[in-house]
Structures are given as C-alpha cells and as structure tokens.
C-alpha cells in the first residue's frame, strides 16, 4: 500500500506536485495517469526518498521509503532505464544492486534470466537498446523480489513486441498479487493494464477510481440513432429534452437512454435501422478531464476530434 | 557498512575509470622516476630524486576520485544508488573509504614503484630509507594520496559535474596555492595554511617557517578533508537526487 | 559566415560560456586589485606587468571554457545535429575555433585592460603608463594568448571528447608537466624552453626592457629563446597543427 497525503513539490514559484493525496491498493496495478508534465516522475521520485517533498509525505505500508531496512526488499522501481552506467556490464549494475541490499548473487542470474538477457549480460549496458535496457531496469526491479512495483511511463518509446512484454509483465506482477503503481500518459495503455486510476493534471489530483467508473463518468454516454426517415423522431427528441447532432447519415443523441429513445420511435411511427449506445472512449475521457490541465496544449491536442491524443514523447 | 563497502568496490571497478587512472598515475610517477634517475649528473641520487612524479600521481588520483561520484550523476546512477540504500550518509562515506583506499594503494605502489626504479639505476648510500624523513617522503605518499581523493569525493559531490570538479581540483592545488604566496604582504602567510602546500611539508619536509611539525601538517590537511566532506554529506542529504 | 552565426549562437545560447567570462574576469580583474591594493613602494613597488598577475587564471578558465564548447556537444550528442545541418565537418570546426577564440581574445583584453584599469584606480599615484612594446605586449598581448589557447582547447576537446578528460589533459599539461619538466636533470631545461605555453607566455612577458620588475610579480618570466612575436607565431603553428589534427581525426570518425 502506497500513500501519498498532501504530498507537494515546488521549484522555486513552480508547482510541479499540489498537495496530492492519493493511495495505491495492495495487491492490484494502479495506474498513475496525468499528460506530459503533470508532476508523475516527480511524484514517483518522492515516493522513492529522491527528492523531498517541499510539503506532506509518501508512505509505502507506513512507512517513509528513507526508513526502509533493505529497501529493494519492498519496493522495486524502473523510473528511467537509462539510469546505468554505459561502461558498466548490465550482470555488474545487478551485482553492486544486489550487494548494496544483501540480496544473494545468485539472483542475478534469475532475475537476468525472468527479462531474458542472459545471453547479453556481460556486455555494456551503454550499447543496450532502449527495450534491451527497459528489461534490465525491470531486472533491477525485481531484484529484491518485491511486493510493491513502481514504474514511470515503462511502455514510453518501445516497439510493439516491446510494449506487448511490458503489458504480459504487468498482468503477471499482479497476478503474483504485488502491488503495481505503473504511470503513463497514454490512457489506452492504461485501460489494457491497470484496475485502478489516479489522474493527476498540472500536479493536482482529478480523480481516484477504478478504471471503469473512470471511465463510465467521465465519458458523455451517447446513442446513436439511424434510420431512413428520422425527421419526426428529430423533433419529438428535442421536444423530451435530448440534445442531438447529426453524424452522417444518422443521430447522435445524448441526454437519453436506448429505451426512451425506442418508445419515442414507436410513438412517432419511425423505422430504425439501429440503436445502440455510444461508449465514450478512454482517450475522450481523458482529455475531457484533464483538458484543462495540460501544461502545454498544442494545435492537435486543442482540435475538436482527438484522434492524436497526446504530445509524443515524455 | 561492510555490505556498503562491497557495494561500491564493485560499483568502482567495473567501470573503466579507475583502472585507466591507476594505470596513468604508475606510469606518470615510475616514469619520471626513471627520467630523472637516467639524466641526473652531479652528485649522488637521493630519495627526493626517486619521488619527483609524486604530484603528477597525485593529480591523476584527485581526477579518478572526483569521477567516481560525478560519473553517478552523469548517469543518474545516483538514483539507484539512493534508491537502494536510501540512507545518504552511509553510502557517500562508503564510497569515500572504497576511493581512499585505492588511492593509498596507488599512492604506495607509485612511491615506493619509484624508489625502486631509481634504486636500481643508481644505488648509493644516499637512496637508502633510513630516516623518519625518508619514510614519510616515500611512504607517506599513500597517504596523501587518500586524504586528496577525500576532497575529491567531497568536491564531487557539491558540484555533480565532472568538468567543474576537476577543474576546481587541478586550478586550485596547480594554481591557487603557487599564486596566492606572490601577494604582498599577506600572501606568504595565507600560503603556510594552503591544504595541499601543508600536505607537501608532510612528505617533503617542513623547512624553517612552516606553523606546523610534519605529522600536525598531515593532520590539518586531514582535517580539511574532514570539513568539506562532512559539508558534501549535509548538502547530498537535503538536496533532491 | 553563416557556420559563424551558427556557432555563435550555439556557443552564447548555453550557460557555461557566460559563467566561465564571469569567472575569468572576475578572478583576473580580482587578483589585478588585489595586487594594487597591497602594493608597496619600498616592498613590491607597482608597474604594468604587476598588474596581469591574474593572468594565469583567465588563462585556464578560458581554456575550460572553450573545451566544455566542444566536449559538451559531445556530451549531448548534439554534434550529430550539427553534423546532420552542416556535413562539412571541417567548415563546422573551423567555424567552432573561430568562434571560440574571438570570445577568448574578448574575455583576455577586457581582463587585461580591466585589471590594468583598476590597478591605475586603486593607485592613481603609481605611473601605470603604457608606453613601450613590452608593457603593450604585456597587456594587450593577453588577448592572443587567450584566442590561441581556446584554439588549442577545442582541438583537444575535439579529439578526446570527453570533457573531464580533455581538461585534465590542458590544465596538468599547462600547470604541471610544463613547470615540472624543468626539473628534470640535464635535458629539463632545454625541453621546458620549447614546451608550448611557455613559448606562448613570452609574447605577454618576453624581453622585459627598461620596467625591471621583481621576477614574482605578474606572470613568470618565459625563458624561450624565440623573440615574443616569432614565440607567438610558433604557438599559432602549434595551435594550427593541434587544430588540423582534430579535424582529420573528425572527419574520419563516426559521429
């Protein structure tokens, strides 16, 4: 169980973290969701007794990440996989790892084996490719065979295959019932990932929930109507309050459900070629909350139809 | 600690750095041994003769100190670091030891590499150690070598970056220290408590107007060592990694 | 002139530039006022020379300064970018060197002219006339060395790529193995008078004429047998082939 309280992080006039309070459940991946800039690393570097916060506190099963005896023991963490030194062998970075927590040396080997790199453990870390050191900083991770993860942005620049062995990587922590507190600005990521959402903007929280009801409420809940005669339903729709737009050749309309919507075509005598509710995307849903709170909006991400959802890039 | 002290033993030498670093300052300090063993005339060589590349040595250990933490931060390493052993102070002081006592070895094999480099090209009575002057000139170069690397830690440390740190470490030794004594007046004065002019009285003798005896010098430059680490530890502790 | 702007913009676009002219003005000047401040008629009478003391400071930060121009573009790997905008590589290096030495040649005549100004401020009473070539060569002479050195610094820098490196390299050659090869035996001191910067010294302290001065005072003598104008061409050949090496040497590698 992680726990954040008031936790807050000024650089000089900057607010990079707002008194953001949050809790990461045992047991279950959480996803940590904010766009670019929203305080995320910040917050996880806390979290990790990297930085101090300017204001309330991080604990991790109560107690501050400084405090910990052994802390790879509890707590395993890959905020950036280029933390290594390029001259260093990736068997050499897990060794001084392993040493600095008492952890035997054998679980190098094991852990070297769980990302795959055996074969390319004696070689310079400098000259991994970024998904060869994303498995190296997961390595470092389990390490100490924790049971609370912490990831920043893990998927953030990998290949397909790469993104796909994260994801499979995640569902297995949590299946061995660890605690995953995975970040992320892409929320589809997320949705395929995480149970549960903290959404943080512009260093505040927006929400705390799970992805569903992140989703359910966020989402404007639509349905969409088509027909080859739906001029009179138009009118007895916004007469019972709905409102409606065109798409194509059909309705959207928003403020009433499937049923009412279905009695209203039989009263006004309309053939309907479908009715179906409208699921708000998670990427809708993420930008209608966090909208606002983009540090730095561009012309795509302003455009009314977000199909680029956000900046690429960290 | 002991666990720490493994760490970073293992942390030192599987980088490059320090073995290039012990590599040049051997070769710079029995090199120039040889040179001046091989091209003295007039008079029999000495003991002084055999350690004239000390200061080379020295300022090759100062640099390889000074990497071992600024290269931390280079990479970022230094989050790991922290974030497996979050408690600083243990760490930073690990470190320092597993550096100071690569330099004392380098120091000692420098120093003594030398003497027997000259003693073979020319071994009169006067290359014999003897006195408690010649051992401090040979032997106590060692420890020299370790309370310098000490403030390169602790340079290192307050300033993060490799470029800055040794050039505040090679200008000030190198240049400081020599040009502050041509002040009028009150240079000399300020040059007699130079941390690295005193640390040379250690190994090379007092002479007439030095404030300190030879073991008291090692002790002052010690102490300064002692003073800016303590300050790196307080600043590495408050600020974010 | 085009590659020019781009280096000038790269150079003034970044802080370590601006902090390494503020440092070596500030310890140039510094040490300008401090002499003139303690100076002493019957003790260390105060002359022109006296008031370069600094010097050697302004000599080393600008030599930090100029390598970190080029090392850091290793660093960040934005030599690539350069390379990818300008494939000429000479052209760019060129243009690098230039850029970098003017700055230097800047710092070293405002150093120069500033230390010897807040000397002649401190102590109006002194004669700090600048009247023979010597005392001109003395302080306006700094500013060549300074622009050559940068020159010599980049090459370096553009050879070794990495800035702890390279400095270690250009401060324990300047400050150690030039003073120190004099004390060898015999051939030290026949090494030591073709040693680069000691030859590139004699332009600022060569032949001092009729103002005698304590040998401490201002920079050390050199004792290269060249004049001071052909030591300063010699250090200017030096400084080319340094140059020339670099740019062979880049051109050939990976970027």
Known sequence: MIEAVGLTKSYGKTLAVDNLSFSVPTGRVTGFLGPNGAGKSTTMRMILGLDTPTGGSALIDGKRYRDLHQPLRTVGALLDAKWVHPNRSARAHLQWLARSNKLPAKRVDEVLEIVGLTAVAGKRAGGFSLGMSQRLGIAAALLGDPQVLLFDEPVNGLDPEGILWIRKFMHRLAEEGRTVFVSSHLLSEMALTAQELVVIGRGKLISQSSTEDFVAQATENTVLVRGPQLGHLRTALGQAGASVRDEGAGLVVSGMDCADIGELAARTQTVLHELSPQRGSLEEAFMQLTGDSVEYHTEIADAPTPATLVPAGK | MTTLLATERIKLFTTRSPWWSAFLALGLTIGFAALVGLNHNGGPLTVEHSQFGMQFGLMVVSVMAALAITTEYRFATIRATFQAVPKRTSVLVAKTAVVAVLAAVIGEVAAFGSWVTTYAIDGGPEMAITTGADWRMVAGVGLVYAIASVISVAVGTLVRQSAGAISILLIWPLLVENLVQLIPGIGDDIHDWMPFTVAGRFLNGTGPDAPMGPWASLAYFAGVAAVLLVASLVVANKRDA | ?255
């Open chain 3, 1 to 255: 002139m085009t590659l020019l702007a781009v280096e000038r913009i790269k150079l003034f676009t970044t802080r370590s530039p601006w902090w390494c002219t503020l440092i070596a003005l500030v310890l140039t000047i510094g040490f300008g006022a401090l002499m003139a401040g303690t100076s002493d008629e019957a003790i260390a009478p105060l002359n022109v020379a006296a008031t370069q003391f600094g010097y050697g400071f302004g000599l080393v930060v600008v030599m930090v300064m100029a390598t970190l121009a080029i090392t850091t573009e290793y660093r960040f790997s934005t030599i690539r970018a350069t390379f990818l905008a300008v494939p000429n590589r000479p052209s760019t290096l060129v243009a690098k060197a230039t850029v970098v030495a003017v700055l230097a040649a800047v710092v070293g005549e405002i150093a120069a002219f500033g230390s010897w100004g807040i000397a002649g401020a401190i102590k109006p009473n002194v004669d700090l006339a600048i009247n023979t070539a010597y005392e001109w060569r003395a302080v306006a002479g700094v500013g060549l060395v300074y622009a050559l050195s940068a020159v010599v610094a980049v090459a370096v820098g553009v050879l070794i790529r990495h800035s702890a490196g390279a400095i270690a390299v250009l401060l324990i050659w300047n400050q150690l193995v030039e003073p120190l090869v004099q004390l060898i035996p015999r051939v030290g001191d026949d090494i030591h008078k073709w040693m680069p910067f000691n030859i590139a010294n004699k332009l600022v302290t060569g032949n001092p004429d009729p103002t005698t001065r304590d040998v401490l005072q201002g920079p050390p003598p050199s004792d290269a047998v060249l004049g001071p104008w052909p030591a300063i061409g010699v250090f200017a050949a030096f400084a080319a082939v340094l140059l020339g090496i670099a740019i062979v040497v880049a051109n050939r590698r990976d970027a």
